[in-house]
């Protein structure tokens, strides 16, 4: 593993083994491990549901066809990411509006990389946040940045961070590297 900031660098050796998997291939994991014990309706858009106590206990909305459904449940799991719609519709967890957590990731192939192992770059334009190269195997890497930032601020880190990697692609291409996004 390696961390650079603004005052150097380290590298670290972890002994515990660390496995960097591809989102699709986890969610394909983990769907398949469950499939077996629950009841999975895909191309259901809810929008409605009832508490029952403390609990969800029945959900309605329209299938991909436009057609109505309603469904009890003992349990319900909304998988539909950061902005659920069951999260916000249970009440399951209140609205942040002051602050956002922003991060975002991308596979590539060809990363100009002085080694294949874990790598957080913690830059000042981030104030806090951090630049991630993750290998995946062969010549694949998972490469992002994340960070608390309020909507203000978006642009400019995000600008500030574009001019980094648009400046490492271009010496990596005179160097013959490349980074080639998949």
Known sequence: MR???????????????????RRRVLDATL???VRPRVEVREGHAVDRLLRCGDRV???AGKTDLGDQFGA??????????ASS???????CREARTDDLLIATRAYYR???TTEPALQFHFLPELGGGYL????????????????????????AVVDSV?????SSQRAAQRRGLGHRPR
């Open 72 to 81: 009890n449940s003992g349990v319900v799991v909304g998988a539909d990411g």
């Open 31 to 33: 769907f398949e491990l």
């Open 162 to 166: 574009t001019i980094r990697i648009r």
């Open 110 to 112: 060809g990363v100009a």
């Open 57 to 59: 206990c029945f959900l």
């Open 3 to 21: 961390i650079n900031a603004a005052g150097g660098s380290a590298s670290r050796t972890i002994s515990t083994p660390v496995l960097v998997v």
């Open 132 to 155: 991630w190269i993750f290998p995946l195997g062969g010549d694949r890497y998972n490469v992002g940045m994340g960070r608390w930032l309020s909507a203000c601020l978006l642009r």
């Open 85 to 91: 719609i069951v999260a916000r519709l249970s009440s």
